[in-house]
């Protein structure tokens, strides 16, 4: 009886390491076949991915200034790990040190008699960018989500900022909200630290950047000295490019510059993609990554990249009204969200479309009349047609303020340019009525071309919209 209760627990023994090696198997063949960026690609039309980018220093002097206010053996914090403690082999890990222990945030923040930044001790998000990108026309679009968009934050049953939502390796609660917010998916991330940027520019050799004007800024420390034009900047020059904020620089301005930099990211991936395949290469940028994207996904996007258009890449924000709620200001997209759910979803329809895809429609320049006489109607109009990435390079009244029904006239003659932009507001009086230059601008460009070969001539905009009676703010009636 012994032996055959003995044989009876070896064979379950045996059995359960038979299913254990089996089940690790599979697990290991899945996540080595699974590779969810060709599996979208398959499936067609465009895939977003979000792109944070957190700053750990903020949450970091905080934990240090609260741990000593506590006191602790000697008196002194205990060690903050970084990014690069993740593993043996460096690699960045799924969930970031620095947040491992937020349970700690309530002794903190009743000892200091305070709370961290923004509401939650993991929360260190300096901003996020969607990248909406579709493989088949190689074209993509970005847009700027605010950590102040208001919204109901079902967790804590208030109205909040959705940041709050957002801890770093756990992303998937602030994900569905921007999901919810945008009225689709956002099936991919990547994340990085403000403190990781320079390794990672530096490892592609650099941004190319655009700056209008020259940056110097010796009051603070560090300081900020970034020159005019168009310029490879380094990964120490990219993080203060990023970090810095003039007192006369508009929130426009600070969301320019990020969606410039995710851009000139993405060209540069795209440009050293090659450079991926080293298994050096690979494993020192993804150490200072997170993402959902497992090692043949992540190398399959970076391929992806250096198929992307990234030129005429679309560049769109939130736009809403601010509100003041429990001591803090928050947007509040505008008609509760639709006219954003509308420009994401026309977005992604346009960069799916190869003839959409190959003009300029999206990037149209526009002028916008006020053909009533409802005050500021013109203002309010460019922020709709602002939000789909539209340029409105001119905002006035019309001739008169008595228009019947609202017009939108064709000045380049691509009518169909004018035709997409009237579908926005609904509108069906479409005309093409080019633009002559001006007498001045003949002379002009006559003094310019030094009588020889004529110069090309533009004209400030492309498509005219006059605002008629029939415009209720958002349609056409």
Same mark, same amino acid.
């Given at each position: 009886?012994?032996?055959?209760?003995?044989?009876?627990?070896?064979?379950?023994?045996?059995?359960?390491?038979?299913?254990?090696?089996?089940?690790?198997?599979?697990?290991?063949?899945? +996540?080595?076949?699974? =590779?969810?960026?060709?599996?979208?690609?398959?499936?067609?039309?465009?895939?977003?991915?979000?792109?944070?980018?957190?700053?750990?220093?903020?949450?970091?002097?905080?934990?240090?200034?609260? !741990?000593?206010?506590?006191? /602790?053996?000697?008196?002194?914090?205990?060690?903050?790990?970084?990014?690069?403690?993740?593993?043996?082999?460096?690699?960045? @890990?799924?969930?970031?040190?620095?947040?491992?222990?937020?349970?700690?945030?309530?002794?903190?923040?009743?000892?200091?008699?305070?709370?961290?930044?923004?509401?939650?001790?993991?929360?260190?998000?300096?901003?996020?960018?969607?990248?909406?990108?579709?493989?088949?026309?190689?074209?993509?679009?970005?847009?700027?989500?605010?950590?102040?968009?208001?919204?109901?934050?079902?967790?804590?049953?208030?109205?909040?900022?959705?940041?709050?939502?957002?801890?770093?390796?756990?992303?998937?609660?602030?994900?569905?909200?921007?999901?919810?917010?945008?009225?689709?998916?956002?099936?991919?991330?990547?994340?990085?630290?403000?403190?990781? #940027?320079?390794?990672?520019?530096?490892?592609?050799?650099?941004?190319?950047?655009?700056?209008?004007?020259?940056?110097?800024?010796?009051?603070?420390?560090?300081?900020?000295?970034?020159?005019?034009?168009?310029?490879?900047?380094?990964?120490?020059?990219?993080?203060?490019?990023?970090?810095?904020?003039?007192? @006369?620089? @508009?929130?426009?301005?600070? #969301?320019?510059?990020?969606?410039?930099?995710?851009?000139?990211? *993405?060209?540069?991936?795209?440009?050293?993609?090659?450079?991926?395949?080293?298994?050096?290469?690979?494993?020192?940028?993804?150490?200072?990554?997170?993402? =959902?994207?497992?090692?043949?996904?992540?190398?399959?996007?970076?391929?992806?990249?250096?198929?992307? =258009?990234?030129?005429?890449?679309?560049?769109?924000?939130?736009? /809403?009204?601010?509100?003041?709620?429990?001591?803090?200001?928050?947007?509040?997209?505008? %008609?509760?969200?639709?006219?954003?759910?509308?420009?994401?979803? +026309?977005?992604?329809? @346009?960069?799916?479309?190869?003839?959409?895809?190959?003009?300029?429609?999206?990037?149209?320049?526009?002028?916008?009349?006020?053909?009533? +006489?409802?005050?500021?109607?013109?203002?309010?109009?460019? !922020?709709?047609?602002?939000?789909?990435?539209?340029?409105?390079?001119?905002?006035?009244?019309?001739?008169?303020?008595? %228009?019947?029904?609202?017009?939108? *006239?064709?000045?380049? $003659?691509?009518?169909?340019?004018?035709?997409?932009?009237?579908?926005?507001?609904?509108?069906?009086? #479409?005309?093409?009525?080019?633009?002559?230059?001006?007498?001045?601008?003949?002379?002009?460009?006559?003094?310019?071309? $030094?009588?020889?070969?004529?110069?090309?001539?533009?004209?400030?905009?492309?498509?005219?919209?006059?605002?008629?009676?029939?415009?209720? $703010?958002? %349609?056409?009636?």
């Amino acid at each position: 009886m012994r032996r055959r209760g003995g044989f009876d627990k070896g064979f379950l023994l045996l059995l359960v390491i038979i299913l254990i090696l089996v089940g690790t198997g599979i697990f290991l063949y899945a +996540q080595v076949r699974t =590779d969810k960026i060709t599996e979208l690609v398959k499936k067609g039309g465009p895939f977003t991915v979000a792109f944070f980018v957190t700053d750990r220093t903020h949450l970091v002097k905080w934990r240090e200034v609260a !741990q000593s206010s506590i006191g /602790g053996p000697d008196g002194a914090a205990p060690p903050v790990s970084s990014a690069a403690d993740g593993g043996s082999n460096g690699a960045r @890990s799924s969930t970031t040190p620095v947040a491992s222990d937020a349970s700690n945030s309530t002794a903190l923040a009743t000892a200091t008699g305070g709370t961290p930044p923004i509401s939650a001790v993991s929360n260190t998000l300096l901003f996020t960018e969607l990248f909406s990108y579709d493989p088949k026309t190689q074209k993509g679009a970005l847009l700027d989500i605010p950590g102040n968009v208001g919204s109901l934050i079902g967790s804590i049953q208030k109205i909040d900022r959705i940041d709050v939502l957002f801890k770093p390796g756990k992303e998937d609660a602030y994900r569905a909200k921007i999901a919810s917010l945008i009225g689709s998916s956002v099936p991919l991330y990547i994340e990085t630290d403000i403190t990781d #940027i320079p390794k990672i520019v530096d490892l592609l050799g650099g941004l190319n950047l655009f700056i209008a004007n020259p940056v110097q800024q010796t009051d603070t420390n560090p300081m900020v000295l970034l020159p005019s034009g168009s310029i490879t900047l380094d990964g120490s020059k990219v993080e203060s490019y990023l970090s810095f904020k003039r007192p @006369s620089d @508009s929130e426009i301005e600070v #969301i320019s510059r990020r969606q410039r930099f995710v851009q000139s990211l *993405l060209k540069a991936i795209g440009t050293h993609s090659a450079l991926f395949d080293e298994g050096g290469v690979y494993t020192a940028f993804r150490s200072w990554v997170s993402t =959902d994207m497992n090692r043949r996904s992540l190398l399959s996007f970076i391929g992806l990249m250096s198929k992307l =258009d990234a030129e005429k890449i679309v560049f769109q924000r939130v736009l /809403g009204v601010d509100r003041a709620v429990d001591g803090q200001q928050l947007l509040f997209p505008h %008609y509760d969200g639709r006219l954003l759910r509308e420009t994401v979803q +026309q977005t992604l329809t @346009s960069l799916a479309n190869p003839q959409t895809a190959s003009d300029q429609s999206l990037n149209a320049r526009l002028q916008i009349l006020n053909g009533t +006489q409802v005050t500021g109607l013109a203002h309010r109009t460019s !922020q709709i047609f602002q939000s789909f990435g539209y340029d409105v390079v001119s905002v006035g009244n019309a001739d008169r303020q008595d %228009y019947a029904h609202t017009e939108i *006239l064709d000045r380049s $003659g691509n009518i169909s340019q004018a035709q997409k932009v009237a579908s926005i507001i609904k509108c069906t009086q #479409i005309a093409s009525q080019p633009v002559a230059p001006s007498v001045s601008t003949l002379a002009n460009a006559e003094q310019k071309s $030094g009588g020889g070969q004529p110069i090309q001539l533009e004209t400030s905009y492309d498509v005219t919209i006059i605002l008629g009676k029939d415009f209720d $703010g958002r %349609y056409c009636k």
